[in-house]
């Protein structure tokens, strides 16, 4: 089967940075989870929380969905770690590639909401938020497949096809060298759904988790029919790979909570991130400072006019009242009437009576 042109794998799995290796698969799934963190902090922000949440929930969320993703990968294909010729101590190189979704999505959200209990945050708030972030992140660690050579579709002479070295082609088709490019193929869809969760809750307003659902039942329709090109070893149920399988089941229960969620709890938080008290910042204190010295102040001021304004009315009043004349000074007392002044008195008196008499 000749190919006109196909996309090349790389020929290192690792990437040196001076003396430092860097495996590529690692290098992805770093930049996945700081492009979730810095997309799921502006959207965090923009719905009332505070800058910085975000990234402490991560800090839980991250390491618990790197131990889960690993597990669903070591028990789903056990065979690859364990039995004759393996070795198990294998099952921790997870550098050489092995994180199943499944298991990366349910244990990270155990440890999101140990982040969120921390802080006094509900779990779908912040899943809602993140939720695209995820789904970059996806799309930025399947490149990790890439530089792995590992997890192809089937032969095809596609222009897009992927170039497989020797050592990494299946057993049963060593010499077709191109194959289907699944790890493109599933980071274009997780670019998809995250610009469809972004239009969608801005359209629609999503809250309660419905648009982390919605991010959830996206995926899995892709990874249906992504996961049914591949070629590598799998387990199969009813004819089927195991993935498929969870692909439907994971949707269903997707499709149900959206449903669920938005019949019981319609719109969406209105708040998202308590308010801590003390966390005011320093210049919030000095300028309550300053106002609360501004109020004594000023309570001090109208006291004190207060008392000037009754001093003043005092005053007025002591001014507009007449003097209180002096206390009379004691008449000397008279002295006794001399005999002759008494007699003429005496006798003015009897003569008037007379006069008075004689009228009548």
């Given at each position: 089967m000749e190919t006109l042109a196909f996309i090349p794998s790389p020929s290192a799995g690792e990437i040196h940075l001076g003396p430092l290796p860097l495996r590529g698969y690692a290098l992805c799934i770093i930049l996945g989870v700081f492009a979730a963190v810095w997309l799921g902090g502006r959207r965090w922000v923009a719905r009332g929380g505070r800058?910085?949440?975000?990234a402490d929930i991560a800090v839980w969320a991250v390491p618990f969905g790197l131990i889960g993703g690993r597990l669903y990968h070591v028990v789903t294909d056990y065979q690859l770690y364990f039995g004759e010729g393996r070795n198990w101590v294998d099952a921790f190189r997870i550098w050489d590639g092995g994180l199943g979704i499944w298991g990366a999505i349910a244990l990270g959200a155990l440890g999101a909401w140990i982040g969120c209990r921390r802080r006094g945050i509900p779990l779908p708030a912040w899943a809602d938020a993140v939720a695209p972030g995820v789904a970059l992140a996806q799309a930025l660690g399947r490149w990790?497949?890439?530089?792995?050579?590992?997890?192809?579709?089937?032969?095809?002479?596609?222009?897009?096809a992927l170039k497989i070295d020797p050592e990494h082609r299946p057993?049963?088709?060593?010499?077709l060298a191109t194959?289907?490019?699944t790890f493109l193929y599933e980071s274009l869809w997780c670019v998809g759904v995250a610009l469809l969760v972004i239009w969608a809750d801005r359209r629609f307003k999503l809250g309660h988790g419905r648009a982390f659902a919605l991010y959830v039942a996206a995926y899995t329709v892709g990874r249906f029919w992504i996961e049914y090109m591949r070629v590598d070893d799998a387990h199969h149920v009813f004819g089927m790979r195991l993935n498929n399988w969870t692909a439907i089941v994971v949707f269903l229960a997707?499709?149900?909570?959206?449903?669920i969620s938005a019949k019981k709890r319609p719109g969406r938080e209105e708040v998202v991130e308590p308010e801590v008290p003390g966390a005011a910042g320093e210049g919030d204190e000095e300028k309550s400072g300053a106002d609360a010295k501004g109020k004594t102040v000023s309570a001090s001021g109208e006291d004190q006019a207060s008392e000037d304004a009754s001093k003043a009315e005092s005053k007025a009043e002591s001014k507009a009242a007449p003097k209180a004349e002096p206390k009379a000074a004691s008449k000397p007392e008279s002295k006794p009437a001399s005999a002759t002044e008494s007699a003429s008195d005496s006798g003015s008196k009897s003569g008037d009576k007379a006069v008075g008499g004689s009228k009548s």
């Amino acid at each position: 089967m000749e190919t006109l042109a196909f996309i090349p794998s790389p020929s290192a799995g690792e990437i040196h940075l001076g003396p430092l290796p860097l495996r590529g698969y690692a290098l992805c799934i770093i930049l996945g989870v700081f492009a979730a963190v810095w997309l799921g902090g502006r959207r965090w922000v923009a719905r009332g929380g505070r800058p910085g949440t975000v990234a402490d929930i991560a800090v839980w969320a991250v390491p618990f969905g790197l131990i889960g993703g690993r597990l669903y990968h070591v028990v789903t294909d056990y065979q690859l770690y364990f039995g004759e010729g393996r070795n198990w101590v294998d099952a921790f190189r997870i550098w050489d590639g092995g994180l199943g979704i499944w298991g990366a999505i349910a244990l990270g959200a155990l440890g999101a909401w140990i982040g969120c209990r921390r802080r006094g945050i509900p779990l779908p708030a912040w899943a809602d938020a993140v939720a695209p972030g995820v789904a970059l992140a996806q799309a930025l660690g399947r490149w990790g497949n890439w530089f792995n050579q590992e997890l192809y579709g089937r032969a095809t002479d596609l222009p897009w096809a992927l170039k497989i070295d020797p050592e990494h082609r299946p057993v049963d088709s060593p010499d077709l060298a191109t194959y289907h490019p699944t790890f493109l193929y599933e980071s274009l869809w997780c670019v998809g759904v995250a610009l469809l969760v972004i239009w969608a809750d801005r359209r629609f307003k999503l809250g309660h988790g419905r648009a982390f659902a919605l991010y959830v039942a996206a995926y899995t329709v892709g990874r249906f029919w992504i996961e049914y090109m591949r070629v590598d070893d799998a387990h199969h149920v009813f004819g089927m790979r195991l993935n498929n399988w969870t692909a439907i089941v994971v949707f269903l229960a997707a499709v149900a909570a959206i449903v669920i969620s938005a019949k019981k709890r319609p719109g969406r938080e209105e708040v998202v991130e308590p308010e801590v008290p003390g966390a005011a910042g320093e210049g919030d204190e000095e300028k309550s400072g300053a106002d609360a010295k501004g109020k004594t102040v000023s309570a001090s001021g109208e006291d004190q006019a207060s008392e000037d304004a009754s001093k003043a009315e005092s005053k007025a009043e002591s001014k507009a009242a007449p003097k209180a004349e002096p206390k009379a000074a004691s008449k000397p007392e008279s002295k006794p009437a001399s005999a002759t002044e008494s007699a003429s008195d005496s006798g003015s008196k009897s003569g008037d009576k007379a006069v008075g008499g004689s009228k009548s």
